[in-house]
């Protein structure tokens, strides 16, 4: 079991393919923001805005990112970076437990 | 949009009937726990250990509480008590978003 501790989480749920993933914000001390996400069996697509890394905390998904025509499963304690303002495949065939943080300045240089 | 300030928040999610329902542990400050969780569309029984709150964020749920032979309807901003070691029924129509508080010490004497 791991925590963040000293956050600000946001009450209501954010819900989206009709509920078939929510997630709960958290804002950090340093106004920097992840999201605590689970996602039922299915198949999506997600647009970036910001740059992102996804952290499998359980389960596990199917990944195809922006530019790749490969798909690659993501365990719990995989993570894989999207670039901001891109588009992303996933598939979940059991489900996905995930932390997502927000990268507002980008994904470090390579 | 309301927030819990200054919590612990535990990473994995508590997942439920198959992941239709699920939810995050928040910890305060005082130690006192509550969970923020979601329900898809289902019929549901809960087992309670400690008495609690379920106060409804988003959505509504029809209610049979324990001793009870009538179904109320809960949506945002409502909530309602249930006695420790007991039993409630749930329907959720659409889904509900609910933020459950977990009193240790028991419901307050009436």
């Given at each position: 079991?791991?925590?963040?501790?000293?956050?600000?989480?946001?009450?209501?749920a954010?819900v989206y393919f009709g509920g078939k993933v929510t997630?709960?914000?958290?804002?950090?001390?340093?106004?920097?923001?992840?999201?605590?996400?689970?996602m039922l069996?299915g198949?999506y697509?997600?647009?970036?805005?910001?740059?992102?890394?996804?952290?499998?905390?359980?389960?596990?998904?199917?990944?195809?990112?922006?530019?790749?025509?490969?798909?690659?499963?993501?365990?719990?304690?995989?993570?894989?970076?999207?670039?901001?303002?891109?588009?992303?495949?996933?598939?979940?065939?059991?489900?996905?437990?995930?932390?997502?943080?927000?990268?507002?300045?980008?994904?470090?240089?390579?």
């Amino acid at each position: 079991m791991s925590e963040f501790n000293n956050v600000t989480v946001v009450r209501e749920a954010n819900v989206y393919f009709g509920g078939k993933v929510t997630s709960r914000t958290v804002i950090f001390e340093d106004g920097k923001k992840k999201t605590l996400g689970f996602m039922l069996a299915g198949e999506y697509s997600f647009d970036t805005g910001a740059a992102e890394i996804m952290e499998m905390i359980g389960g596990a998904m199917d990944v195809k990112l922006p530019g790749s025509d490969d798909w690659k499963t993501f365990k719990a304690g995989e993570s894989f970076e999207v670039p901001a303002d891109s588009k992303f495949d996933l598939v979940v065939k059991e489900y996905a437990d995930y932390c997502c943080a927000y990268l507002e300045d980008g994904l470090p240089a390579c």
